[in-house]
């Protein structure tokens, strides 16, 4: 059978597959789909009592063509995923991969070994792409489309509105909601679900009442493996207090953004610092690595007992889980040094005298002087052994390209979400900063 028909009945595999979650989401068992948008291995809803029997006989067909493609060879099934994965190296025709590992296990398997991750191959698949490290070499270039109405800012993967067109992935969206003492930023993976209790909800950024600090958090607990090796959670949360309902809306502490106060206000950019804290510094360092989380967790639920009781001593159920990265027991100076946490500063501009105005090099990717223009570069101390080429190259940059349009290019250590995190902080109000 010729490679392109191959493709095209994975393609009719996967929407026949849809379909049938759509008609079984309408009766009377509801199926959600996982927040990496892989089908569950347990087997389809059945249909509703009162649908026809033409969608029944449609329904068994599908059946029956998705058990023939299971029964494929595995030799065969992995050689037809790593054509289809090097062929396929965009949107929406990398689809098609998502296709495939919703068929049955041993596509979903297969397919997850044949996809790497962005860092080693500078591309965004499933879900759990947007918490994984971007590329090394090249950044990943997107661009935020801000909604003044309804206060919702959309995370899409290409170079401009203009020039990517109906092509442009939606990666991520964010809410902005003002409260009486902060103001948070609900992310999550579509744009008309914000809700807490949703399996589209990513996590959220939480300033102070100034706008001056704020708080990345992620709505899923850090895997184990991508935790740095001195992390452990802060003793004021205690696990076996927590019930599995409220672990699972708590909210883990990954980073922090803070903002120097301009107290004479003086003229000039915004100085930002962002504080990884489960990213060692030893990531930026030769031969380094960063946390890669390889799928979605719940850390609490995993490790909590359902006879337990909950509420501290002031009967307040935890909210957010921080993580203690100053555990310094039995470990020696050096590799002290090199389990301190990645801190991120803003590239210091230069004021040019003929346009009178502050100047970074974004290389065409920024067009409109704002105040909220930055770019992010590595703040290392000489100890930390850290490159001067590694100190100067841009790990974010973020940048106004027409009104409430902004590109967003990433790289390696950060992922999708830290970076779609740190970028919104600067669209907060900051009176005492400017």
């Not at 992310?187 to 990513?202: C, E, G």
């Not at 639920?301 to 909210?319: A, L, M």
């Amino acid at each position: 059978m010729p490679f392109r028909s191959i493709v095209r009945e994975l393609k009719e595999i996967g929407e026949g597959i849809s379909n049938m979650y759509r008609r079984g989401g309408e009766g009377k068992h509801v199926h959600r789909h996982g927040k990496s948008h892989i089908a569950p291995e347990c087997s389809l809803p059945p249909s509703s009592s009162s649908s026809s029997s033409s969608s029944s006989s449609s329904s068994s067909s599908s059946s029956s063509s998705q058990s023939r493609w299971a029964n494929l060879p595995p030799e065969l099934l992995l050689d037809i995923i790593q054509r289809l994965e090097a062929s396929e190296t965009s949107w929406p025709a990398r689809r098609a991969l998502v296709a495939c590992s919703s068929v049955c296990r041993l596509w979903r398997e297969i397919t997850k070994d044949v996809v790497k991750t962005p860092e080693q191959c500078g591309l965004l698949t499933f879900s759990i792409s947007l918490k994984q490290p971007g590329p090394r070499d090249s950044p990943i270039q997107c661009f935020i489309r801000r909604e003044r109405v309804s206060s919702t800012y959309c995370l899409y993967l290409g170079l401009s509105p203009a020039l990517s067109g109906d092509m442009s992935k939606l990666l991520l969206a964010a809410k902005k909601i003002r409260r009486a003492t902060c103001t948070e930023f609900l992310i999550s993976l579509v744009a008309d679900d914000f809700s807490r209790s949703s399996n589209t909800y990513i996590g959220k950024l939480r300033s102070n009442f100034l706008g001056t600090k704020f708080m990345i958090l992620d709505g899923d607990s850090p895997h184990d493996s991508s935790l740095p090796l001195n992390c452990k959670l802060q003793q004021r949360v205690h696990l076996k207090q927590v019930l599995p309902k409220v672990a699972a809306a708590a909210n883990y502490k990954v980073a922090t953004v803070s903002y120097e106060l301009n107290v004479l206000r003086t003229r000039g950019p915004r100085r930002m610092r962002c504080t990884m804290h489960l990213i060692p510094i030893s990531a930026i360092q030769e031969g380094g690595s960063a946390p890669t989380p390889l799928k979605f967790t719940n850390y609490l639920h995993e490790h909590v007992s359902t006879n337990t009781t909950t509420s501290d001593s002031k009967g307040r159920k935890p909210e957010i889980v921080e993580f203690d990265t100053n555990d310094t027991e039995n470990t020696q100076e050096s590799s002290q040094r090199a389990r301190e946490p990645l801190v991120l500063k803003n590239k210091a501009p230069r004021w040019h005298e003929q346009l009178q105005c502050w100047c970074l090099n974004f290389k065409g990717r920024v067009t409109v002087a704002s105040v909220k223009n930055f770019q992010l570069v590595a703040a290392a101390e000489p100890c930390q052994n850290v490159s001067a080429a590694e100190q100067e190259k841009v790990i974010l940059q973020f940048g106004k390209i027409g009104k409430d349009i902004f590109t967003m290019d990433y790289r390696y250590p950060l992922s999708a979400f830290q970076a779609f995190a740190i970028c919104l902080s600067s669209f907060d109000t900051k009176p005492a900063c400017e």
